[in-house]
């Protein structure tokens, strides 16, 4: 199944991170750790493999893949041997990315950013193409009228004023040049009930919000454990010290807060009550891509005896999302071949902040994953036939041993 993969935000950490490592595993200079759907129970003939894989994007600065690949690996997110090994790879992938379209309203944008959709699919010949956005994390999204019904929105986008985020209207062009979206951030994205009609309306899947990738993820395996045994959980309380782009843009009050709503849900869905304190984000430019999350958890148990942990998280943000956005990216276009339309709340497993009303324990999220992936059988559609799916296992560039050559 010939995938595109289109990144919102082409040019950031995240992507340029998923980029490099969809490369390298497809030339099979890595081993594929960090990448779920490479689990055996979770490897399975109808999700794509790294020889499917294209890859294309927007962007609003024009940073050269390479010199952000460059400057990832002098920072340490990347191996600068591999960089150097897959420079050409890197540079070809320039030709598939493109600047943000603008046009006077925001209907012309949406059809701008649908024409370069359609163009890369069909300049690739792609069966499908997931877009998937990596971009700056917005503040949280004023209501508007017009997001109740995609009638008042295809109406309204057609004014002079801005009516969608521009999450929300990455989602709308996608969706109306037929591709399936994934947001990995805490935006607003696909979340409006105008663009779930939409999704519907064209046939289309879509997943998120916000990749789980660090304190959170070892919330929803901790905050469990501490229901299970019965024990009252009195505060928890986190700091999350963060450089890079993302951390600089979330020292921004209202990314601050979009982020730090989509943290703290965890502990409610996991325990049944909210405990006192917050998880707050500071921005420290010096430690870059490399967080540190250091929680304290107060809770009690027989008799009321009180008792606490702590833990400290050291993780290198893009190199734990990157895999993530890739595994996200081949589970919703099989998802999309084999049917799926509207939210994936099987997805949950991977987001903060999860469509629907899943489980929020990490554990109970990952028999959802495995049961969903196992479901998903190819339904043949006309694209399919004129591209017949390679009956590969899902591994790395099966039949391209020892080569470096990658189809973008
Ligand atoms: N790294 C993680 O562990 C993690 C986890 C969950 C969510 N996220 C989210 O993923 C996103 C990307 O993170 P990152 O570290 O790569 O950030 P980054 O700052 O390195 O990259 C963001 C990119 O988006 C681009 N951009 C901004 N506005 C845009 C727009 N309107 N259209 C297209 N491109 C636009 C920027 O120019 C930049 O290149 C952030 O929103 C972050 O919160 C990251």
């Known amino acids: 199944m010939r995938t595109g993969i289109w990144l919102i935000g082409a ?26 759907t490479e689990l055996p129970q979770l490897r399975s003939p109808a999700l794509p493999g790294w020889a499917d894989l294209t890859f294309g994007g ?13 400057t990832l690996a002098a920072a340490g997110v990347l191996p600068g041997r591999l960089v150097a090994a897959l420079a050409a790879d890197l540079t070809a992938i320039e030709q598939d990315l493109r600047p943000l379209p603008a046009g006077a309203t925001q209907a012309l944008t949406a059809a701008r950013i649908a024409a370069d959709l359609r163009d890369f699919r069909d300049r690739h010949g792609l069966d499908r193409v997931v877009v998937v956005n990596v971009s700056t994390t917005e503040p949280v999204a004023e209501p508007h009228p017009a997001h109740a019904s995609l009638a008042a929105l295809e109406l309204a986008l057609t004014g002079a004023e801005p009516v969608l985020p521009p ?38 899947p879509y ?8 304190e959170t993820l070892v919330k929803s395996v901790l905050a469990p454990m501490f229901a299970l045994r019965n024990l009252r959980v009195r505060s928890w309380s986190g700091l999350n010290l963060l450089g890079g782009g993302d951390g600089a843009n979330l020292a921004d009050p209202g990314a601050n807060a979009a982020k730090v709503s989509s943290k703290q849900r965890v502990l409610g869905d996991a325990l049944g009550y909210q405990p006192e304190g917050t998880s707050r984000i500071d921005y420290v430019a010096e430690i870059g891509d490399f967080k540190t999350a250091w929680d304290l958890v107060t809770f009690s148990g027989f008799l009321g005896t009180g008792m606490r942990m702590e833990f400290t998280w050291h993780g290198c943000d893009s190199a734990l999302a990157a895999p993530l956005v890739l595994d996200l990216a081949r589970l919703t276009a099989a998802a999309h071949r084999a049917g799926r339309v509207g939210p994936l709340p099987e997805l949950g497993f991977f987001f903060k902040d999860p469509l629907g009303d899943g489980p929020s324990a990490l554990s109970e999220q990952w028999s959802i994953l495995a049961a969903f992936t196992a479901g998903l059988s190819p339904v043949v559609t006309d694209c399919d036939e004129r591209h017949p799916a390679a009956p590969d296992n899902g591994l790395a560039g099966e039949g391209q041993e020892g080569t470096t050559e990658v189809r973008r």
Not at 11 to 36: K, N, Q, W
Not at 170 to 184: E, Q
Not at 207 to 214: F, L
């Open 11 to 36: 040019r950031g950490s995240v992507a340029v991170t998923a980029m490099v490592g969809a490369t390298a595993l497809r030339a099979r200079l890595v081993e594929p750790d960090g990448c779920v």
């Open 167 to 204: 999450s929300a209207l990455a989602a709308y062009a996608a969706f109306t040049a037929g591709c399936a979206f994934i947001d990995f951030t805490p935006s607003a994205g696909a979340r409006l009930p105008a663009l779930a009609e939409l999704a519907r309306r064209a046939g289309l």
């Open 58 to 70: 927007h962007d609003i600065v024009t940073t050269p893949v390479l010199k952000k690949a460059d």
């Open 207 to 214: 997943a998120g919000n916000d990749g789980k990738t660090g």
